[in-house]
């Protein structure tokens, strides 16, 4: 079955500085891969959709690229801040299931 | 802004019940999905739904079965509860399947005793 791997549990970065958050995939080539981000307690909020044909995606500080050879996406934030500390996670579409990682949680130190 | 409710955001339940977990969205949204939500093992899809009483199994569907009567709501079932079932349920929405976002409820924390 597919597997989803985050590139760690944990991510402890300084603020200002760019986190950059890994996402592994094998099995499958998926035609999109999107983004969530999840805080404790609540349900994870959409971020980021890319397509297969797509090398990169952008959102304000945020920052998406695709590569399929290598099936990795790796997700960027820019400057960042201690209201970016969060669990990411991405997720895609094999056949008719949709699968997650196990999310990588990022903390942004003042 | 698309809304999704669950109906609890805690029940206590004890094992050997028939469980009820209800989700309504918001935005006409033509699939709908259940997910459990456990440490170390993230999100799994148990079962969605892509049309009124229309639903596929996800990745683990057993000892659960959903009801879609209504376009807008998504009940999930526990037949008979387990304790290892006690778990995070999130329920979703989407305009389409892959290419478009999800939107999730809250979650329901689920204990079986």
């Known amino acids: 079955s597919q597997k989803i791997e985050q590139n760690s549990e944990a991510l402890n970065i300084q603020e200002g500085k760019t986190a950059t958050l890994t996402c592994n995939y094998t099995?499958?080539?998926?035609?999109?891969l999107q983004w969530y981000r999840q805080d404790p307690g609540r349900g994870p909020v959409f971020l980021l959709l890319i397509r297969e044909n797509e090398k990169e995606k952008r959102k304000e500080r945020l920052k998406v690229t695709f590569d399929t050879t290598l099936k990795q996406s790796l997700f960027h934030i820019t400057a960042s801040q201690p209201a970016d500390s969060a669990t990411y996670l991405c997720a895609l579409a094999a056949g008719n299931q949709f699968y997650f990682g196990t999310g990588t949680s990022l903390t942004v130190i003042p | 802004d698309v809304k999704v409710t669950q109906s609890s955001r805690y029940l206590v339940k004890r094992t050997g019940e028939k469980v009820f977990l209800e989700c309504v969205q918001d935005?006409?949204?033509?699939?709908m999905f259940w997910y459990r939500q456990d440490p170390g093992l993230g999100l799994r899809l148990i079962y969605f739904?892509?049309?009124?009483?229309?639903?596929e199994k996800g990745d683990i569907p057993e000892g659960y079965s959903v009801s879609r009567e209504k376009k807008e709501r998504f009940s999930l079932i526990l037949e008979s509860a387990s304790t290892n079932q006690t778990s995070m349920y999130l329920c979703?929405?989407?305009?389409?399947?892959?290419?478009?976002?999800?939107?999730f409820g809250d979650g329901t924390r689920l204990s079986i005793l």
């Open positions: 979703a929405s989407s305009l389409g399947y892959s290419n478009q976002p999800q939107h």
């Open positions: 935005m006409d949204h033509e699939n």
């Open positions: 739904s892509y049309d009124v009483k229309m639903k």
């Open positions: 099995n499958y080539s998926p035609a999109y």
